[in-house]
């Protein structure tokens, strides 16, 4: 059974706080009827977007414990990226608190 070393659980949380990242473009994109546009904003909202994941990644990677070997590698994997996913979630729902939109 593979064991995850810091390396790799450093790795799954940076994939886990991307997918968070990722779901609600998509989820919105599966929403809209209108065709897609590249727009140049895009690619510098990605290149923020991808240096905060790896903030994120590096300020969580501090607190996780590594799960023990015993645990089977399937549920390992699936335990480190989903505490990225939380991580970046954590992060969003504190920042829509604070940068609140004007209604």
Same mark, same amino acid.
């Given at each position: 059974m593979p064991e995850i070393t810091p390396?790799? $659980?450093?790795f799954l949380i940076f994939v886990g706080v991307v997918i /968070?990242? @990722?779901v609600p473009y998509l989820r919105k994109r599966a929403e809209s009827d209108e065709p897609f546009k590249w727009n140049h /904003?895009? %690619? *510098? $909202? %990605?290149?923020?977007?991808?240096?905060v994941a790896f903030t994120a990644t590096v300020i969580g990677f501090v607190n996780y414990i590594l799960p023990?070997?015993? +645990?089977?590698?399937?549920? $390992? !994997?699936?335990? %480190?990226?989903? !505490?990225?996913?939380?991580?970046? $979630? @954590? +992060?969003v729902e504190v920042m829509e *608190? +604070?940068?609140k939109k004007p209604t």
């Amino acid at each position: 059974m593979p064991e995850i070393t810091p390396d790799i $659980a450093f790795f799954l949380i940076f994939v886990g706080v991307v997918i /968070r990242m @990722i779901v609600p473009y998509l989820r919105k994109r599966a929403e809209s009827d209108e065709p897609f546009k590249w727009n140049h /904003r895009y %690619t *510098w $909202a %990605t290149l923020f977007s991808l240096v905060v994941a790896f903030t994120a990644t590096v300020i969580g990677f501090v607190n996780y414990i590594l799960p023990p070997p015993e +645990i089977d590698w399937l549920v $390992a !994997y699936a335990q %480190t990226m989903s !505490y990225g996913f939380s991580l970046e $979630a @954590i +992060i969003v729902e504190v920042m829509e *608190w +604070i940068f609140k939109k004007p209604t």
